[in-house]
């Protein structure tokens, strides 16, 4: 499976300035970090910075994608706001949720109509494999969101692969109910380790080293070049130490479409702030794509896209994600293979001449 289809992330990064936009964390300031990346954005009840009430006459769509803690569900909430405050036709929901699995079962009782999903489920929902088998829905992708490469640390002095894992070894490869878990839990088997799983919500796992209670946290760089507040407090609580991977887990992984794994460099200004990095980094990649069932109907879906589209410079304001939908070629940047795109999606990808041949077409039920 081609992760990288359409224009290559870095291409895309360089050629669009968003570097020099202030998108790289060592170009904001503490707050500015804090406000936008970590902890959300409103009350705290999943309501909060959506853009006031639902007009009488609106589509309702719940849309959940991470914890309360995390950049994703601040940015959520920008999207929403965009959008809510541009329309009428279409109010958009923006909740947390316990991440992509805890989506795509939220999905599949009907609580939610959009959720941001990861490559793997989507992928497995849409085959109908294990352990997805009985979802009642076919996932329709709507935009390309984020890339985040994850990576594992440690505080454990000394501890430099993952090989210094030991069984009783408490990691966290995200939290429970992450889709992103499987696909860490995959990529440490790889490497022959066994250890102790244990969860801890993101925002939690500094004070969980600090404490002595967890060996290993998964982190991630956004989109290759920024972090999360919960990151930046961990690295201030604890020496972070960054695991790297033996090459025999390299190979396993790279020749497995659902844990891609590919080597980067992490922005000089963020790695002074790790206690060790290895001399070659890699990042178990996943691309992020929000979605729709196939019940939702076409028009507010385009609605929906439109707005965003047409008050992107506004959106971008809202959160470093939304930096990077200025330039239409992101919305369709590592759209999963197989899986369909939803119609409305698809006109929309059409108009701007980002649609591409491989791509399908999906269908919906009204």
């Known amino acids: 499976m081609d992760q990288n289809r359409g224009v290559n992330r870095r291409t895309f990064i360089g050629a669009s300035g968003i570097a020099g936009v202030g998108i790289l964390a060592g ?17 705290g009840n999943g309501n909060g910075g959506n853009g006031g009430d639902a007009p009488d006459d609106a589509e309702d769509l719940v849309m959940v994608t ?36 805890d989506n795509v079962g939220m999905m599949n ?27 009642d829905f076919t996932p329709q ?8 490469p994850w990576l594992l640390v440690t505080p454990n002095e000394d501890w430099e692969t993952v090989e210094d894992i030991e069984p009783d070894s408490r990691v966290s490869p995200t939290p429970s109910g992450s889709g992103s878990a499987p696909v860490l839990e995959q990529a440490l088997d790889y490497a022959g380790v066994e250890f102790d799983r244990v969860s801890y919500e993101f925002g939690e796992q500094a004070g969980a080293m600090q404490e002595g209670e967890l060996d290993v946290a998964a982190i991630t760089v956004s989109n290759f070049e920024f972090e999360a507040a919960w990151i930046q407090e961990m690295k201030q609580v604890v020496d972070t130490r960054i695991l790297g991977w033996p090459d025999d887990a390299v190979d396993e992984m790279e020749d497995d479409e659902i844990v891609p794994a590919e080597p ?5 200004d963020l790695a002074e702030g790790y206690a060790y990095v290895p001399d070659q980094v890699y990042g178990i990649n996943i691309p992020y794509n929000f979605v729709a069932t ?13 707005v965003m ?27 999963y293979d197989g899986v369909p795109i939803h119609p409305a999606a698809a006109d929309f990808f059409e ?11 999906g269908e919906i039920e009204n």
Do not use: K
């Open 309 to 335: 589209w047409d008050n992107r410079e506004e959106m971008a304001e809202t959160h470093l994600y939304q930096e990077y939908m200025v330039d239409a070629e992101w919305w369709a940047t590592r759209m």
């Open 351 to 361: 108009e701007r001449d980002i649609w591409q041949d491989d791509f399908v077409r």
């Open 66 to 101: 991470s914890g309360e803690e995390t950049g994703t569900y601040a940015a959520s909430q920008g999207i929403a706001a965009t959008v809510n405050q541009n329309t009428d036709e279409v109010f958009i929901d923006a909740r947390p949720s316990g991440g992509t699995d």
């Open 141 to 148: 992708q709507l935009f390309h969101h984020s890339d985040l």
């Open 264 to 268: 980067f460099e992490i922005p000089d």
């Open 109 to 135: 009782r009907g609580e939610a109509e959009i959720g941001y999903l990861q490559h793997r489920s989507s992928i497995l929902i849409n085959d109908g494999e294990e352990p997805y088998d009985e979802i």
């Open 294 to 306: 196939d019940e939702v109907p076409y028009d507010p879906v385009y609605e929906m896209l439109e």
């Open 27 to 43: 170009c904001l300031d503490t707050d500015d970090v804090e406000d936008d990346v970590g902890n959300g954005i409103g009350d």
